[in-house]
């Protein structure tokens, strides 16, 4: 045990830490805040269900330039996204699972978006038989190309 002014010293260096560490993740959140409103990139992913400005940076961040995936098959290929095909000369192809190639970060964050109801109730609301119904998601329109840049 220590003794009671080194306890007190403790005490208050961790106050410190506490008060600081709040301090500097506030100024964190405020500053992808305002590069979130400013960036129509962050502003579009934002419009997607369950995206908050944190999950579109770091998005934006994984994805890095938009411009080095010339079609949206190469960029889900980078995110690992796309089904594994396993084919052996002219036999049908077999899709399996998706293949979890690249930045497993950035799937996570996906998943984790896709979990969130973001703040729709309506998802999540009883059904009037007492059990918990989930609407059906509805997907967003696939941007084409030429809305990316």
């Given at each position: 045990m220590l003794p009671?002014?080194?306890?007190e010293l403790v005490a208050a260096?961790?106050?410190?830490i506490d008060f600081l560490e709040g301090e500097l993740l506030a100024l964190i959140d405020k500053s992808l805040g305002e590069h979130a409103l400013t960036s129509p990139e962050m502003r579009r992913l934002m419009t997607l269900p369950g995206v908050s400005f944190v999950t579109a940076a770091a998005l934006m961040?994984?994805?890095?330039?938009?411009?080095?995936?010339?079609?949206?098959?190469q960029l889900?290929?980078?995110?690992?996204?796309d089904p594994r095909?396993?084919?052996?000369?002219?036999?049908?192809?077999?899709?399996?699972r998706i293949s979890k190639q690249g930045p497993g970060e950035a799937r996570h964050l996906l998943v984790e978006a896709a979990w969130h109801p973001h703040g729709r109730p309506d998802r999540c609301a009883p059904s009037p038989n007492g059990s918990r119904a989930s609407a059906a998601p509805t997907s967003p329109p696939s941007p084409s190309r030429?809305?990316?840049s």
């Open positions: 009671e002014d080194e306890l260096c961790l106050r410190n961040a994984a994805i890095g330039d938009i411009s080095r995936f010339p079609t949206a098959r889900v290929a980078y995110l690992g996204l095909v396993r084919q052996s000369g002219s036999e049908p192809a077999r899709h399996g030429a809305s990316w």
